[in-house]
């Protein structure tokens, strides 16, 4: 399975964004997504997480209400739309896709988002 995130770039505070994460190689909607992110010193993190199917997410505290996952099994892409951005959500966001049933998991290579004036 190729897992390919696109997207980032750098974005003034208060901007916006949109991830993409596109895969093949694989039954697409069968698979879990998440988006992790991980900053300089810390650790990598979940941000956002939707079901295989597309209907359910969950958000990480520090960005409910400021970004959305959505997860489309006809164009198989996965999306992270973040609006407001702070200087704080700079990182480099990874797309991960699960496979519960096997306990696989592929990870895509990461895409730089800055948020700086």
């Known amino acids: 399975v190729s897992v390919v995130e696109s997207g980032g770039g750098l974005v003034e505070p208060g901007g916006s964004l949109t991830l993409s994460c596109v895969a093949s190689?694989?039954?697409?909607?069968?698979?879990?997504a998440s988006w992790h992110r991980q900053t300089p010193g810390k650790e990598r993190e979940l941000v956002a997480f939707?079901?295989?199917?597309?209907?359910?997410?969950q958000m990480m505290d520090s960005v409910k209400g400021r970004f959305t996952i959505a997860k489309d099994n006809i164009r198989e892409v996965v999306s992270l739309e973040m609006n407001s951005l702070k200087p704080e959500d700079t990182g480099v966001y990874y797309c991960?896709?699960?496979?519960?049933?096997?306990?696989?998991?592929?990870w895509g290579q990461g895409t730089l988002v800055i948020v700086s004036s």
């Open positions: 190689g694989a039954p697409f909607d069968e698979y879990d």
């Open positions: 939707i079901t295989d199917d597309g209907y359910n997410s």
């Open positions: 991960k896709l699960e496979d519960m049933s096997t306990n696989s998991e592929w």
